[in-house]
């Protein structure tokens, strides 16, 4: 068993919206397949990975060092301990080995979209979708059916702000979901504060309203937003400063809001840094985002970093809302995973094979990831390696 080719491109992933600092107009991002030896219906199995969204790509790592270093490995080296399947943590130290300590940053992306479609090779080996093979590994072994999802939007660049996002959230409402996040801190606190009204009048009773900040203020603005919205009863407020200024994450959680961040961390060590010096103990929702933090193996790391500071898995909610986070909540007992419908041109939404219903997605059936099943995005992927 060996790999064969490796191919990665950068595509333009067609957004025109705006969060409170960052235009995504520009915004591009990296998919791989990477193709085995291993034949199956005739054909080799091959594993597809994106780099989420709000980074640009990474084909440049990819390009001068990763995919040279894997395709030059012996493949011997790659397998599990019986021979039968590559072994991603193994692969993922051996890509490692001749990298410096810290700027994850700098390689993490590459390494996890990397990782991630090494993953969907293992479950697809293994004829299952990767939600199993991730829960019979590391999770209870037992199949879940639904999983907790709420939808994110609500971006700014809107002609009428306000209006548009009640159309937004009456379709959410409409296709089956309960709880949203929105963005804010972008515009002036009373037209924030219409957007939030408005978005609350329509979840349907019992559905929960999150902030995304974006990281748009210091300790002392952060503070004083907190203050002022916390009346409505906000189920969290998501990156309220820069993900390194743990004063300011502590300062704002100490208003009694609920606090959530971790999408722009890129590893175990930055995540137990931020935990240990933010100092919200239970106040906290994580959300890694695994092709951004070194994949699915990337993740363990980062639950077991949370274990150690008392993180429950019911308190991890994985960015990204696409199918590579919908498997590892599924099979690894997570919180819950977000949803983006429309934003994002082809990476937007989940397969076909997810339905959503009472603010829960059912599971994909395709062995791997299950991409196969995204038509719009399959045919970009599948181009690779034609």
Same mark, same amino acid.
């Given at each position: 068993?060996?790999?064969t080719r490796v191919i990665?491109?950068?595509?333009?992933?067609?957004?025109?919206?705006?969060?409170?600092?960052?235009?995504?107009?520009?915004?591009? /991002?990296?998919?791989?397949?990477?193709?085995?030896?291993?034949i199956q219906e005739g054909?080799?199995?091959?594993?597809?990975?994106?780099?989420?969204?709000?980074?640009?790509?990474?084909?440049?790592?990819?390009?001068?060092?990763?995919?040279?270093?894997?395709? /030059?490995?012996?493949?011997?080296?790659?397998?599990?301990?019986?021979?039968?399947?590559?072994?991603?943590?193994?692969?993922?130290?051996?890509?490692? *080995?001749?990298?410096?300590?810290?700027?994850? *940053?700098?390689?993490?992306?590459?390494?996890?979209?990397?990782?991630?479609?090494?993953?969907?090779?293992? &479950?697809?080996?293994?004829?299952?979708?990767? @939600?199993?093979?991730?829960?019979?590994?590391?999770?209870?072994?037992?199949? /879940?059916?639904?999983?907790?999802? @709420?939808?994110?939007?609500?971006?700014?660049?809107?002609?009428? $702000?306000?209006?548009?996002?009640?159309?937004?959230?009456?379709? !959410?409402?409409?296709?089956?979901?309960?709880?949203?996040?929105?963005?804010?801190?972008?515009?002036?606190?009373?037209?924030?504060?219409?957007?939030?009204?408005?978005?609350?009048?329509?979840? $349907?009773?019992?559905?929960?309203?999150?902030?995304?900040?974006?990281?748009?203020?210091?300790?002392?603005?952060?503070? /004083?937003?907190?203050?002022?919205?916390?009346?409505?009863?906000? !189920? !969290?407020?998501?990156?309220?400063?820069?993900?390194?200024?743990?004063?300011?994450?502590?300062?704002?959680?100490?208003?009694?809001?609920?606090? *959530?961040?971790?999408?722009?961390?890129?590893?175990?060590?930055?995540?137990?840094?931020?935990?240990?010096? &933010?100092?919200?103990?239970?106040?906290?929702?994580?959300?890694?985002?695994?092709?951004? &933090?070194?994949?699915?193996?990337?993740?363990?790391?980062?639950?077991?970093?949370?274990?150690?500071?008392?993180?429950?898995?019911?308190?991890? @909610?994985?960015?990204?809302?696409?199918?590579?986070?919908?498997?590892?909540?599924?099979?690894?007992?997570?919180?819950?995973?977000?949803? @983006?419908?429309?934003?994002?041109?082809?990476?937007?939404?989940?397969?076909?094979?997810?339905?959503? &219903?009472?603010?829960?997605?059912?599971?994909?059936?395709?062995?791997?990831?299950?991409?196969?099943?995204?038509?719009?995005?399959?045919?970009?992927?599948?181009?690779?390696?034609?």
């Amino acid at each position: 068993m060996r790999i064969t080719r490796v191919i990665e491109r950068t595509i333009k992933v067609e957004s025109k919206i705006r969060n409170a600092r960052v235009d995504l107009s520009e915004m591009t /991002a990296t998919i791989v397949a990477v193709v085995t030896d291993v034949i199956q219906e005739g054909r080799p199995v091959v594993g597809y990975a994106f780099n989420s969204y709000g980074r640009y790509a990474c084909g440049g790592p990819l390009r001068e060092r990763f995919i040279p270093r894997l395709l /030059a490995t012996e493949p011997e080296s790659f397998l599990d301990d019986e021979g039968t399947n590559l072994d991603p943590p193994r692969i993922l130290a051996s890509l490692l *080995a001749r990298e410096k300590a810290g700027g994850h *940053a700098e390689r993490s992306m590459a390494l996890g979209t990397l990782d991630c479609a090494l993953w969907d090779i293992v &479950a697809k080996i293994e004829c299952c979708p990767l @939600y199993q093979v991730l829960s019979d590994r590391f999770g209870t072994g037992r199949s /879940a059916t639904t999983v907790p999802v @709420y939808v994110g939007g609500g971006f700014y660049g809107a002609e009428d $702000p306000v209006a548009t996002l009640r159309d937004e959230v009456s379709r !959410w409402v409409d296709a089956g979901y309960r709880d949203a996040k929105i963005k804010a801190g972008g515009v002036s606190l009373d037209l924030d504060r219409k957007r939030i009204e408005a978005a609350l009048d329509l979840l $349907p009773s019992g559905g929960r309203l999150a902030l995304d900040l974006s990281c748009a203020f210091d300790a002392q603005a952060g503070v /004083a937003f907190a203050k002022d919205v916390k009346p409505y009863g906000l !189920w !969290w407020l998501e990156e309220p400063c820069d993900p390194l200024d743990y004063d300011g994450y502590h300062a704002v959680g100490e208003t009694g809001v609920g606090i *959530a961040g971790g999408e722009n961390l890129f590893g175990a060590r930055e995540f137990d840094n931020f935990l240990r010096y &933010a100092r919200l103990g239970s106040n906290i929702v994580l959300q890694p985002d695994p092709p951004l &933090a070194y994949g699915i193996t990337g993740l363990l790391d980062i639950l077991s970093t949370a274990q150690t500071h008392g993180v429950p898995h019911a308190s991890i @909610y994985p960015h990204g809302g696409n199918l590579m986070s919908l498997h590892a909540v599924a099979g690894l007992g997570l919180g819950g995973v977000e949803a @983006y419908l429309e934003q994002f041109g082809v990476f937007s939404g989940f397969s076909h094979e997810v339905r959503i &219903a009472d603010g829960r997605a059912t599971l994909p059936a395709l062995p791997g990831i299950g991409f196969e099943a995204q038509p719009a995005l399959y045919a970009v992927m599948s181009d690779l390696i034609r």
